[in-house]
Structures are given as C-alpha cells and as structure tokens.
C-alpha cells in the first residue's frame, strides 16, 4: 500500500493565487522530507529539504519566498506555491523515507499545478 | 555525487525478460543502487535496491558485479503495464535521508 500521501492530486487555479500541496508519511514518521518538481517529459529536479521543526533548504535557484515548507509534524510537510503564476505549473512530487539507514525514499503521487 | 548512465530508450515485447543496464563508474563505498519505476502523472515507484551481488524481489531482480561500477534490472516476463520510465539512483546510505538527484532515466516500450 501507499507509503506517502499526498494532496490534492489535481490543482486549477488562477494567477496570483496561492496553493497548497499536502505530503503525509502514512506509517513511519519523517524528520525530513523532499520536494521535488518535474515539467513534462524531464525528470524529476530536487527542490527543497523539508525538516520537522526547523526551515527547509532550498537548491539552487529555487526561491524560498515562492515555494514556503512547512513540516509542522512528524508525518506531514506542506509546500506553498505562493502568487503562482502560469510558469509555476507542473508537478509537483513529495517523497521521505523511512527512519534508520539503508532505506530508499518513497514518493507521492504527485500533483498536477496548472495555473491560468 | 556518484552520477548513472542509462539507455535513454529500449523496446521489448510482452512475455520477454528485459534487462535495463546502468554505468556508475564513480560510486562510492556507502552509496547505495536504487530503482524506480514512473508512469506518467505519477510519482516514482520504488522498485528494488541493492549494495552487492544479486537481489531478487516479488517484480525485479537487481545484479551488481563485484566492482559496483554497473547494474542490471531484470524484468521478467514483462507486460505492457510495464511501458514506464525507470530511473537508476545510487543514493548514500540508500537514499532516505537526503534528496535524490535524477537522470533521464530508460523509457521502455513494450509492444504486443
């Protein structure tokens, strides 16, 4: 079964509009937890750490005051696309993995962001 | 970070075993091989993973020789559902705690 969460799957909105994406780790609680952005036909590009209790880390040329993260809890980190705007549409995908080493990461399944 | 080389694209029919080949040439001691799976408008899936020699699983079998520098997935008996994208990963310590970087991953086509 699902590992991750997250929601909604399908987001319409128009410009200027903020939007909210919801990753839930469903059976393991996640200290850290990843977002990730992939456009059509690319692969996935890393976006942000997301860590409970503390602020993200952003890679390079990912604007932190675009895309907020919020890991209030141990099984839930949110990701903001604040005033969106059509080139902001894509999908967005979360992943975590589980506690203790030698443990792959497992994704959401995704949310498709289209802006109009 | 350890950077893979993959086909970009492979064809195969149903009922055959696919072998999808991945060059690591620069892995390190606690890096981990890892494999996905992603269809389109989802997120990768998880597949299997492996440090050395063989791992088999209930969908996949993984072979690593004994230099690491390669991996072979081997599908068998595909179908095809199986037409995805896989992706190969050799993340630190498996991947879980810190952020995965992808390559273009093998788009494999399976006919009838």
């Known amino acids: 079964g699902a590992v991750v969460s997250q929601h909604p799957s399908w987001v319409i909105c128009k410009s200027g509009t903020s939007v909210k994406i919801e990753c839930r780790s469903l059976?393991?609680?996640?200290?850290?937890m990843f977002w990730y952005r992939q456009f059509p036909k690319q692969s996935l590009m890393l976006m942000a750490t997301?860590?409970?209790?503390?602020?993200?880390?952003?890679e390079q040329g990912v604007e932190k005051d675009k895309f907020l993260i919020n890991h209030a809890s141990l099984t839930l980190s949110t990701l903001t696309v604040t005033s969106a705007h059509p080139e902001d549409s894509s999908f967005y995908i979360c992943s975590a993995g589980r506690p203790g080493g030698d443990q792959p990461q497992h994704f959401g399944d995704g949310t498709r962001l289209s802006i109009l | 970070l350890a950077k893979t080389t993959q086909p970009i694209s492979m064809d195969s029919y149903e009922g055959q075993e696919v072998n999808i080949t991945c060059s690591h040439n620069n892995i390190a001691t606690n890096d981990y091989i890892t494999w996905y799976q992603q269809f389109p408008s989802q997120g990768p899936r998880f597949i299997i993973q492996g440090y050395k020699t063989k791992v088999t699983n209930e969908v996949a079998s993984l072979f690593i020789p004994a230099d690491r520098k390669s991996s072979t997935l081997s599908l068998p008996r595909v179908s095809l559902s199986d037409t995805a994208v896989y992706y190969c990963?050799?993340?630190?310590?498996?991947?879980?705690?810190?952020?995965?970087?992808f390559g273009k991953g093998t788009h494999l086509i399976i006919q009838p």
């Open positions: 997301s860590n409970e209790g503390s602020k993200a880390t952003y």
């Open positions: 059976d393991f609680q996640a200290t850290t």
């Open positions: 990963l050799v993340p630190y310590s498996g991947g879980g705690a810190d952020g995965l970087t």
